[in-house]
């Protein structure tokens, strides 16, 4: 496996960095996270499976520095947590079909992978409201009323960082794997840096052609 570092940007907005941690801390991480213990957390009323936090922890401040590395600016960081979803969870909250944001809780989002060569499926889908203008809450779970911009694969030690206020899901919603060597893994950070603290108003995706997939090997 190549541990070569790459990055692609897509705007200053969403950046796509493969050799993240390279490949012998990644593993250690990857075997770390699948000790831990998940369970389901509560946030804002809705009830989140799978996930075991980091943060104020060790794995944060490191992983945060490696984020700042790749953004070459400090970050702070807001919670983090691993989450990890076999076949009988879904990231859809009882819905066949959701998008969320999550500009309420930071500027900036992380998602890096961990689930590994041979298990990677899907990604980090990106959406935008069919009509332009903005979408209630409530819309978030009717596929009428979104477009898929892109999708940004999985790989192993790939992060996806992008802005907190676009609208994205997991691609697919649903984990797989029957044990936690098998299913989906994650680590999932929101952050903020010092001069640019989260705001409802933030950059709009970059125009992608619909259905737009991007990934594959990493290189």
Known sequence: MSCRKSVRHFGAA?????GFLGAASSEALRGHALGCVYQDTVHEGKVYSGVSDTTGTEIEATL???????????????TSFFRLAGEDIS???GSAFRVHTDQGIAAWTCVYYLAPPGLERGGTAFWSPLGGGPVSEDGYTDPLLWRRDMVVSMAFDRAVI???????????????????EEARLAWCCFFDHPHHSHHPHEAPIPEQPEQQVWGGPKG
Not at 67 to 77: C, E, Q, S
Not at 174 to 179: L, V
């Open 162 to 180: 992008f802005r907190a206020a676009w609208a994205h899901s997991a691609d697919p919603l649903r984990g797989w794997g029957r044990s936690p």
């Open 64 to 78: 945060s520095l490696a984020i700042a590395g790749v953004r070459a600016a400090a970050v702070t960081p807001i």
């Open 14 to 18: 969403l950046g796509i960095h493969d």
């Open 91 to 93: 990231t859809g909250q």
